[in-house]
T-cell receptor, first 112, second 113 residues
């Protein structure tokens, strides 16, 4: 099993550009989440999903969209990139919400 | 009060030392509790879940006190490979089947030869 796969690993965007961060898991996990990690801030929840077709906002959802059309995939879309979105983004999945989560290896995004 | 607070650290200890990390959480509706470790520029990895009865995994012991809303992690006989950031994580129910992980900011541990 590949676990949780995130692409790309690195990305540089110009302010105002849009892009999609991909996340896929092959463990048939219902729960998936997106986090961003910034120095001194810890990991903060952006959006999460408890199953296909169901998503909800986390702590810092502004500027991001998600959808969950399949169990396996949970893409994160940046609508109009801003320098404040420079961060490391982690996708994570779990069999059920109260189990531990498995994280992808992250996407390092720089917005210039 | 922050949802999950940890010792700010950093901790620098010699090999073989015992080190303890402490964590408090503010939401009494919290359902499940974990310790994760994160190596530099890597993703967080689950170290162990934390149960009210306390649990042990080799050199690692985790404790939970629901009344005090306090979680701890003890590492005995520390190894160089234990050097990492340790994250206290609490799963807070959002109602129904919605669960959200809330992370502490982490405590950096460096084990020195």
């Amino acid at each position: 099993n590949a676990g949780v796969t995130q692409t790309p690993k690195f990305q540089v965007l110009k302010t105002g550009q849009s892009m999609t961060l991909q996340c896929a898991q092959d463990m048939n996990h219902e729960y998936m989440s997106w986090y961003r990690q910034d120095p001194g801030m810890g990991l903060r929840l952006i959006h999460y999903s408890v199953g296909a077709g169901i998503t909800d906002q986390g702590e810092v959802p502004n500027g991001y969209n998600v959808s969950r059309s399949t169990t396996e995939d949970f893409p994160l879309r940046l609508l109009s990139a801003a320098p404040s979105q420079t961060s490391v983004y982690f996708c994570a999945s779990s069999r059920q919400g109260h189990y531990g989560y498995t994280f992808g290896s992250g996407t390092r995004l720089t917005v210039v | 009060r922050k949802e999950v607070e940890q010792d700010p650290g950093p901790f620098n200890v010699p090999e073989g030392a015992t080190v303890a990390f402490n964590c408090t959480y503010s939401n009494s509706a919290s359902q499940s509790f974990f310790w994760y470790r994160q190596d530099c520029r890597k993703e967080p990895k689950l170290l162990m879940s934390v149960y009210s009865s306390g649990n042990e995994d080799g050199r690692f012991t985790a404790q939970l006190n629901r009344a005090s809303q306090y979680i701890s992690l003890l590492i005995r006989d520390s190894k160089l490979s234990d050097s990492a950031t340790y994250l206290c994580v609490v799963n807070v129910t959002g109602g129904g089947s919605n669960y959200k992980l809330t992370f502490g900011k982490g405590t950096l541990l460096t084990v020195n030869p």
